[in-house]
Nanobody
Framework: QVQLVESGGGLVQAGGSLRLSCAASGRTFSEYGLGWFRRAPGKQREFVASISRSGTYTYYSDSVKGRFTISRDNAQSTVYLQMNLLKPEDTAVYSC????????????????????WGQGTQVTVSS
């Protein structure tokens, strides 16, 4: 089992940047494929990005592609989400998720059913 704790959220103006972190504890971090999701008020949870266990392969939703970058540091047991050119519509609670059920070089798609979830961190983008 793994525990996930997000940090780095906050209030930023449109066009600004934030970097979210998700620190993991428990089992070996490199055993997990990882993803970031978000939930805006009154909306369903939305896939943002995912990364393979190796860190080599990534996948992004069309809404963030070119603006957000997912990365991981297996030695630090942390996954990051660098968010640039933020827009008001990026306002949401951002959560990270993990699964041990994928291979080393596999990146999960947006509909994948993750096993573990963090509590989330609020990101608010003002216009």
């Amino acid at each position: 089992q793994v525990q996930l704790v997000e940090s780095g959220g906050g209030l930023v103006q449109a066009g600004g940047s934030l970097r979210l972190s998700c620190a993991a504890s428990g089992r070996t971090f490199s055993e997990y494929g990882l993803g970031w999701f978000r939930r805006a008020p009154g909306k369903q949870r939305e896939f943002v990005a995912s990364i393979s266990r190796s860190g080599t392969y990534t996948y992004y939703s069309d809404s963030v592609k070119g603006r957000f970058t997912i990365s991981r540091d297996n030695a630090q047991s942390t996954v990051y989400l660098q968010m640039n050119l933020l827009k008001p519509e990026d306002t949401a609670v951002y959560s990270c998720a993990a699964t041990p059920r994928v291979g080393w070089g596999v990146v999960t798609g947006p509909m994948y059913d993750y096993d573990y979830w963090g509590q989330g961190t609020q990101v608010t983008v003002s216009s």
